[in-house]
């Protein structure tokens, strides 16, 4: 056994030593002791393994990012470890079920009252492991490795990857499925698909606007077309200026004002309604020599709109309502 | 300072292996799950006597899949990055020299990103292209830092200094021009982190074999360092092949850098630190050095990422920010402490 060397030389050592008087001696037991206790640890873990009996019925599915996993028939111990996913269980009535989510699942209110796991990139399978879940269900934010590390401790995990604002309602559909909740799954992507049915048929026939999307203003980070956030805004009339291939393009204020787009778009929390908090903007060097921003063409969205779970749909009608107000008529303009 | 004996280097070592001993089991029981001593020490021994169906199957999965598997890494880790400072701080010279000044971590680094943007899912790509960017980075650098025939300690420092932030730039040049979910753990890797994933024993067992070849090279040139640091002309004409001896250190000590890298990112300050402690606390005959420096880093890899994964459980510090909130302070406490 590898531990066997470590405690022949302890063993050696000691006996060697026993033979000397004096303060030595207790060092020398010392570390005889810790030679005994490496080769047991190292024993350990080099003992035989053994797999856990699988004993409750369980059922094969196929996850969206085509992996095939063993799912309990009846989930019953759901750890989230993303926003979108924690905020569609509650919107599917499912949240009995949900035994843990993120440090950052924070909508609704009351899921940042349920026991967390860590962080989105790096959550504590210890953590994990001890709230016991039958299916622990990720999204396209956390990382690949978060998702294997768990699959080789034995825990099923369901990685959901919306791409799209209709992929996501899809993946909203199939969540309510997998955790037993068909029928809430169902008639909230009925409901969804209606809303996004109508606001289509409202933008039809109107030119989309021309908008710069603003993820962070300093330094300035906007969106690619490859983002399902790039989807979200086509839903809502819109289109980015930015013509890239990256994902979260940094771009120069002075590419901005040679772009000059219709409007700026910002997500916050909590909003809803054009904010007093974007007047600053004409003071800030460079965004002052935006056309938008001197005629005050901003729309502040809620930050859902970057998280692919039902209350997005609300951030698309907000956004269209603002770019858009003649579709909805004039009183409608505004919230 | 007493002679050095074997019996003094073993006693020494013994004496560290005990307080490592005891940092690993107070860390195999803390943690996000929560479990009593009892639950750890009876696990331990159910696995070791061969009473695995005893064990309750969470018991198993935080001791032997997680907590167990993280402790091997960290002593991996720690040994691989103090032995491979130690070493280069003899090769160059200069108290200052570790693997990072040097930029074998960078290149390394490098390797492994391009091994996320181009081979993303296949298994030990990353652990191999580390090897190869810290190798390239080392044969550059070695190549570079060569003047008139033989390596110049000051040329050599330099270019490594350059290397290191000619790589990096390269690093944040990919990371801004290329976007894709497999580079957003970067950041954490970048700083050092042990929490990525639970490695697999067998993994492990490959990387400790090239651990102990590469220490153990580094060993049997620790007599012929001693003489070197006393001047090299001096130790040549005792007989001393000086560019066969840097030659194995070199290699070795990248070596290490690289098996450090590709696991854990760039983990700072330990490569710097621990050699000197162990300097202060036990003299700096490198035949004493080497074993109490691997040792030692060790024991500061695994109490960091206790420290890590435990402050704000359950969400998880990178090790690499624990190391440097340690060890700056206490290096230049050090510093301050030897002034006249």
Redesign the interface.
């Known amino acids: 056994m590898a531990g066997s060397p470590?405690f022949l030389?302890?063993l050696f050592?000691w006996s060697h030593l026993k033979r000397r008087r004096g303060s030595?001696n207790l060092?020398?037991v010392?570390?005889g002791?810790?030679?005994l206790?490496?080769a047991?640890?190292v024993?350990?873990?080099?003992?035989?393994?053994?797999c856990?009996a699988q004993n409750a019925p369980t059922r094969v599915v196929i996850d969206e990012t085509d992996r095939k996993i063993n799912v309990p028939a009846e989930v019953r111990r759901i750890v989230s470890i993303a926003p979108s996913v924690t905020e569609t269980i509650y919107a599917l009535g499912a949240e009995a079920r949900l035994v843990g989510d993120t440090?950052y699942c924070d909508d609704p209110p009351e899921a940042k009252t349920k026991p967390?796991?860590?962080?989105l990139?790096?959550?504590?399978?210890?953590?994990i492991?001890?709230l016991?879940p039958d299916l622990v269900i990720s999204s396209?934010i956390n990382?690949?490795?978060?998702v294997?590390?768990l699959e080789?401790?034995?825990v099923p995990v369901y990685a959901t990857d919306p791409r799209s604002v209709e992929g996501t309602v899809d993946s909203i559909e199939g969540l309510g499925e997998l955790i037993g909740a068909e029928r809430a799954g169902k008639m909230l992507a009925a409901q969804l698909r209606a809303r996004l049915d109508n606001l289509h048929r409202r933008l039809a026939g109107r030119p989309p606007k021309r908008v710069l999307f603003v993820v962070w203003e300093d330094p300035l980070i906007s969106v690619?077309p490859n983002t399902f956030l790039a989807d979200a805004l086509r839903q809502a009339g819109a289109e980015s200026v930015v013509e890239t291939t990256?994902?979260?393009p940094?771009l120069s204020l002075e590419e901005a004002v040679r772009l000059q787009p219709e409007a700026l778009v910002f997500a916050s929390a909590g909003a809803g309604t054009k904010s007093d908090d974007y007047d600053g903007l004409r003071e800030r060097p460079g965004w002052g020599a935006l056309e938008a921003v001197k005629q005050g063409r901003i729309a502040v969205v809620s930050d859902a709109l970057d998280r692919p779970a039902p209350r997005m749909i609300d951030a698309i009608e907000q956004l269209a309502r603002q770019l858009h107000p003649e579709a909805f008529g004039a009183q409608e303009g505004k919230r | 300072m007493q002679p050095l004996t074997i019996r003094r280097i073993?006693?020494t070592c013994?004496?560290l292996?005990?307080v490592l001993?005891?940092v690993?089991?107070i860390s195999l029981k803390l943690?996000?799950?929560?479990m009593s001593a009892r639950d750890v020490v009876l696990t331990?021994?159910r696995?070791?006597i061969?009473h695995?169906?005893a064990i309750p199957?969470?018991f198993?999965?935080?001791i032997?899949?997680?907590?167990?598997p993280r402790i091997?890494l960290g002593i991996l880790v720690g040994v691989a990055l103090s032995v491979s400072g130690a070493g280069f701080q003899a090769l160059l010279r200069n108290p200052l020299a570790d693997p990072y000044v040097l930029g074998v971590s960078s290149g390394a680094a490098l390797g492994a990103i391009l091994s996320l943007v181009f081979t993303p899912h296949v298994p030990l790509a990353m652990q191999g292209a580390a090897f190869l960017g810290a190798a390239a980075t080392i044969a550059a650098v070695y190549f570079l830092g060569r003047r008139g025939g033989q390596l110049d300690s000051a040329t050599l420092l330099l270019a490594g200094i350059l290397s290191a932030s000619f790589l990096s730039a390269i690093i944040m040049f990919l990371m801004?021009?290329l976007?894709?979910?497999?580079l957003?753990?970067m950041?954490?890797w970048l700083m050092g982190?042990l929490?990525?994933?639970?490695p697999?024993?067998n993994l492990l067992g490959s990387l400790y074999v090239v651990l102990l070849a590469a220490v153990g090279a580094i060993y049997t040139t620790s007599s012929d360092l001693n003489l070197i640091l006393t001047g090299e002309q001096e130790a040549r004409h005792l007989g001393v092949n000086v560019g066969r001896v840097k030659l194995v250190v070199y290699v070795s000590a990248s070596l290490l850098t690289g098996l450090a890298v590709s696991v854990s990112g760039s983990i700072g300050y330990v490569g710097l630190i621990v050699p000197h402690v162990m300097r202060m606390l036990f003299g700096s005959d490198y035949r004493i050095l080497i074993p109490t420096t691997a040792l030692g880093g060790a024991i500061a890899i695994v109490a960091a990422d206790t420290l890590a994964?435990t402050v704000v459980?359950?969400?998880?510090l990178p090790v690499g920010a624990m190391t440097a909130l340690a060890g700056a302070p206490v290096f230049i406490y050090l510093l301050r402490r030897r002034l006249p």
Request: charged residues 20%.
């Open positions: 470590i030389v302890g050592y030595r060092l020398a010392a570390a002791l810790a030679a206790g490496w047991a640890l024993l350990a873990a080099l003992g035989p393994a053994v856990a440090d967390h796991v860590g962080a990139l790096n959550p504590s399978f210890e953590a492991l001890a016991k396209a990382r690949p490795e978060t294997l590390a080789r401790l034995g690619g990256q994902d979260w940094k | 073993v006693l013994a004496v292996a005990a001993f005891a690993s089991v943690g996000a799950y929560p331990l021994v696995r070791a061969g695995t169906d199957s969470d198993r999965l935080v032997f899949g997680l907590r167990l091997a801004t021009t976007s894709g979910r497999d957003r753990g950041a954490f982190d929490s990525t994933a639970p697999d024993w994964r459980a359950p969400t998880e």
